[in-house]
């Protein structure tokens, strides 16, 4: 796939073109942007989306126990269940939560799983930042998809990340690159807590010994006062700005180090 | 610090090879691959009797940091995968060598593995990478 047209969503009044997608169709997205990199056609690039409400999980989700009937359950009231291809922890998504996904490709020893979650979370907290807003990163326990890169503002969490990484084939046994996904979901805005709800139902049908904890989070509508509109408005044009100064500066950083053997 | 085994083969994608007297070949992934994945909690292996190709993907591990590849490092048919996995994927953190082999080729041609690392190979891999 070349170049999706999400990739630089564009300003218009003052709002941005960023889509709201059915969850199967964004993932698909983020995992075609991922192939342009597997195939050579782009080094790097981003995808900035909004998601129709639906609970979001990693692929090992769907061999537990009561998946089936748990898929059934939520579908029939209105949350469907799409599994996804990076590791992590359930998600929830609705159209309050914006997606950011990079995809870059990189030499395999020039690149560890913590640098890849910092290649995001650098670019979001620079945005937040210019909000006026001081954050940082690190693992919230009570937070939903917990890890140590969740993007934190006064140790609540904002974001949760995760990643996929995808070898390049290559003659080279020793120098090889790999194309890396990394996904980022920010709480833009609530209502918050029957999300939350919603994910803890999803645990215990599950069996899965899991409560998310509704303090341990925050959304941006909570922190800037703003809401709709006007917060998106606010917080979007900064979010593309730093997603392109990531991408410029990927390529300026990657142009000598990757190996040339595709 | 991470184990290695004198026997196997390595790929620098961190998996390892090892050849059986039956001339079959077993294949899972490294002490080191499992320590930078952190806990794995699934692993996706192919079917019994699936065809897989030397350097290309044959499967999925994924951890709760991350997600990733796995190749086979030879070409053949999958004559066994291990169930145990599915109930138990964290075995492959505890015995990466052992209980936590991902699954077994038949191969087509043995000398594919001339091309994959001796330890002293992945080890001098891994120091460059640090």
Request: aromatic share 8%; hydrophobic share 40%.
């Amino acid at each position: 796939m070349k170049q999706t047209q999400f990739s630089t969503a564009k300003l218009k009044d003052g709002v941005s073109d960023i889509p709201i997608l059915n969850a199967k169709i964004g993932l698909d997205l983020e995992l075609n942007l991922l192939q342009s990199v597997v195939d050579g056609e782009t080094h790097a690039d981003f995808l900035i989306w909004r998601c129709e409400q639906s609970l979001v999980v990693p692929k090992s989700f769907s061999h537990k126990a009561n998946f089936k009937l748990t898929q059934k359950y939520f579908n029939y009231i209105g949350w469907p269940i799409v599994l996804r291809e990076t590791g992590g922890d359930l998600t929830p998504q609705y159209p309050g939560m914006l997606n950011v996904a990079i995809v870059f490709r990189s030499a395999k020893k020039a690149v560890s799983i913590r640098d890849s979650y910092l290649e995001i979370c650098q670019p979001i907290i620079h945005a937040l930042s210019r909000l006026g807003i001081n954050a940082s990163y690190g693992s919230i326990n009570g937070a939903f998809c917990n890890g140590d890169y969740n993007v934190t503002v006064n140790n609540k969490k904002i974001a949760g990340t995760a990643q996929r990484w995808r070898q390049i084939k290559s003659v080279d046994s020793v120098n090889q690159d790999v194309a890396i996904l990394v996904q980022a979901a920010i709480l833009t805005e609530g209502p918050l807590t029957y999300l939350w709800q919603i994910c803890n139902e999803f645990y215990q049908r599950n069996d899965i010994n899991y409560f998310i904890e509704e303090d341990k989070h925050i959304a941006l509508n909570e922190i800037l006062k703003e809401s709709g509109i006007a917060l998106a408005k606010k917080i979007e044009p900064q979010i593309i700005d730093s997603m392109e100064d990531w991408l410029d500066s990927y390529k300026q950083k990657t142009s000598t180090t990757l190996n040339n053997n595709h | 610090m991470s184990e290695f085994r004198k026997e196997l083969k390595y790929l620098p994608s961190h998996e390892w090879a090892r050849v059986e007297e039956d001339g079959t070949v077993t294949i899972g992934i490294t002490d080191h691959a499992q320590e930078s994945l952190g806990d794995v909690v699934y692993v996706e292996t192919p079917e019994v009797g699936a065809d897989v190709n030397a350097g290309e993907e044959a499967g999925v591990v994924e951890s709760v940091k991350a997600a990733s590849d796995i190749f086979s490092p030879v070409s053949g048919v999958v004559i066994a995968v291990n169930e145990a996995l599915g109930d138990a994927p964290e075995t492959v953190n505890e015995s990466p060598y052992d209980d936590g082999w991902f699954f077994k080729v038949k191969p087509t041609d043995l000398s594919e593995l001339d091309d994959a690392l001796d330890v002293d190979g992945y080890k001098a891999a891994l120091e460059e990478d640090e």
